[in-house]
């Protein structure tokens, strides 16, 4: 029958990473280092105290570098919870402020883009009615510049009409001109007729009264001097008859050509005064068009501007669209860093697991040599691995 007593110490592991595991003290000999019932071999106490000795020993040294692992593996389970820790205090952060993840990126900046949105579609509206606006402009500017291409035509027709008229008054007034220097011309035809004839009747006086003869001519014989004053009376008779119908034609001509000019200067009156009517019309017109013209350049101006503003705002959504795509890329980038830490960790707790499923091996096969029993070995080992995996378990948890 094999005795042995056996002082079992417990296995411990402190709050501040420090684990102590002391082995079992057995008081056996192996070989011919062993106790039958009462009587044995007591010739040898030295050799089983050294060789118990020896072996307590090695035990010991065994399982302080096992406590020492053991130490190691437990910090590193304390680093990991305390990474754990901040990092799940910076996953709720993100969760709070993005409500709830990534996903909630496009809730918190909802409202924003609703506001860009109503304001692209209000400036947009604003676009579209100062269009409309300008179109109206457009279509007016077009009717007036058609009314004033009518009173153009107008005015260039009565201009014509003006230039005819002066083209009649002309010729009215150099037949005028021609009549007067006929007249003058007849005049001094007249004139010259006249007193050519008083020359000559003169001289014909004068040979007869030179050419007094005292024969007597025939009772048949005409008298010269009562023919020389027939044909006088009769040469005045015919100057007189032609002057006065020159006259009456001259008077005729000139009262004729005096009622034209007098018609032609109520025309041209008259046409003046449309020439100013059309004139002061044409700068009416004008000066609408001008109006119109400023109208629209302020228009088109406050277009421009509303543009530009729009391009403005919209490059100013864009940008801080751009932000905030950064900002979500970001934000996936380190939610995959944090789900990368996570897998790490699960890495870590499997592996830990492994280890700690070899190392309850290695105690149970440690156990097993020492002879340790199966009861308090088996305590011992859920004890201490239920505090490891409650360790782990609970970091995971975290994760």
Known sequence: MRGSSYSQKSLSVSGSSRMRVQSPSPSRCRGSSYSRGRTG????????????????????????????????????????????????????????RFKGGPTGLG????????????LIEALTAE?????????????????????????????????MILREFRQDVDNATLQKADLEKRIE????????????????????????????????????RPDLAAYLRNMRAEIESVAARNVQEAEKWYKGKFDTLKDQASKHEDKMKSMKEEISVFHNQVTDLQNQIDGLRARNAALEQQLEDMEEAHLDKTAGLEDIIVQLES??????????????????????????????????????GEEKRLGISAAAGKAVT?????????????HTTLA
């Not at 006249?194 to 001519?217: F, G, N, P, R, Y």
């Open 382 to 394: 859920e004890e201490r691995t239920t505090s490891v995996s409650r360790t782990v378990e609970t």
């Open 185 to 220: 011309q007849l005049v001094a035809e007249i004139e010259f007729l006249k007193k050519l004839h008083d020359e000559e009747v003169a001289d014909l006086l004068k040979q007869i009264e030179e050419s007094k003869v005292t024969v007597e001519l025939d009772s048949d």
């Open 41 to 96: 071999f007591q010739g040898q106490p030295v050799e089983v105290a050294t060789e118990i000795h020896q072996h307590h020993a090695n035990e010991k040294q065994e399982m302080q570098e096992l406590n020492v692992r053991f130490a190691g593996y437990i910090e590193k389970v304390q680093a990991l919870e305390q990474r754990n820790s901040a990092l799940r205090a910076e996953l709720e952060a993100l969760q709070g």
């Open 327 to 364: 900002q979500l890329c970001q934000t996936k980038l380190e939610m995959g860093k944090y789900m990368a830490d996570y897998q790490q960790l699960l890495h870590i707790k499997l592996k830990l697991d492994a280890e700690i499923a070899t190392y309850r091996k290695l105690l149970e």
């Open 107 to 118: 809730d918190e900046y909802e409202l924003k883009f609703k506001e860009m949105r109503d």
């Open 127 to 159: 676009k579209g009615a100062a269009d409309i606006e300008r179109g109206y402009i457009e279509e007016e500017v077009e009717v007036w510049r058609l009314k004033l291409e009518e009173e153009l035509a107008i005015k260039e027709e009565a201009e």
